[in-house]
């Protein structure tokens, strides 16, 4: 297709459409009258020969295809607004732009708190914005890196892109405070219940790292994010492997206790990962800049 005969106004449209599901919203969310989304809607249906949306009852769904769409299209306007808002210079004490990065909830709890102070102190203007990493994501890592200005994550999870390492972490096995247990081996490891997490792209869940010891964990519970981690193993006598770092913002939370398993988890090393097309922008060096000092105090911190 040649994009020199694409509106990308309809890429903007098409948002809209498919977010609003209804042609008189999705007009008032981008400024268009409803004739003029109207139109902007028939012309979308003539380029894709499909309905997009369809009237069932008294409300519109997507059609299959419409569906298909929601995410690409939502990237698409993402990095075109990317694109636009790229500047030569940036000045962090007059700035008006918002950074986006993609993270899990472990990372958001051990950097979010220091790198938000930061930028505050630096650039008052600049909003951070922290979507939760998902599969999808990393399954269109280009894509994805495209619309964002950063993903952190360890290393082992991505590969191929520039990075800045941040600060390291250790698995610990975490337990319940009034467990009578005040060391782990392989044989406990193999018979207590496990809260395990399961989330694709993240970087654990208990049964890879023990499975690389011959260690079959008893799975009886299974979570998406690691800060539920503490609150399903107080009052048990279940556990769970956790990072170091975010254990210790549990001390007082919840009635848990660490341990060091009885085998050398890999350790895992955190990054900001990012796409080659915004190494040279000024704002995202910027950025890069003031997470790795982020960072650095972090790893001073131990």
């Given at each position: ?5 694409l509106d990308l106004n309809l890429v903007i449209a098409l948002r809209a459409l ?188 208990a049964s890879r790292q023990l499975g690389l010891f011959g260690i079959e964990p ?85």
């Amino acid at each position: 297709m040649n994009l020199a005969n694409l509106d990308l106004n309809l890429v903007i449209a098409l948002r809209a459409l498919l977010r609003e599901r209804n042609v008189t919203r999705a007009g008032e969310r981008i400024g268009l009258s409803q004739p003029a989304m109207s139109a902007a809607l028939s012309r979308l249906r003539r380029h894709f020969d499909d309905e997009l949306l369809v009237r069932v009852r008294k409300e519109y769904e997507l059609t299959p295809l419409g569906l298909t769409l929601l995410e690409p299209a939502q990237a698409a306007c993402e990095i075109l607004e990317r694109v636009f808002s790229a500047q030569p210079d940036f000045d962090p004490r007059t700035a008006d732009r918002e950074f986006v990065l993609l993270t899990s909830d472990y990372a958001l709890a051990v950097l979010g708190e220091e790198l938000s102070r930061a930028v505050r102190a630096e650039a008052p203007g600049v909003r951070l914005r922290f979507p939760q990493l998902t599969a999808p994501a990393v399954d269109d890592l280009d894509t994805t890196l495209r619309a964002v200005d950063g993903l952190l994550a360890p290393h082992g999870i991505i590969g191929g892109y520039p990075a800045v390492d941040l600060f390291t972490d250790r698995w610990l096995c975490m337990i319940a405070e009034d467990s009578p247990v005040s060391e782990l081996s392989v044989a406990d490891l193999a018979r207590l219940p496990w809260v395990d997490l399961y989330h694709r792209p993240t970087y654990t869940h208990a049964s890879r790292q023990l499975g690389l010891f011959g260690i079959e964990p008893q799975v009886e519970v299974v979570v998406e994010i690691f800060q539920s981690l503490p609150f399903l193993i107080a009052g048990t006598d279940r556990v769970a492997l956790i990072q170091e770092r975010l254990a210790r913002r549990f001390t007082g939370i919840a009635p848990v206790r660490t341990l060091d398993p009885p085998f050398d988890p890999v350790p895992l090393t955190e990054a900001m990962w990012w796409h080659p097309a915004h190494t040279r922008d000024a704002g995202h060096a910027w950025l890069r800049r003031l997470i790795a000092d982020v960072g650095a105090r972090i790893q001073a911190e131990g």
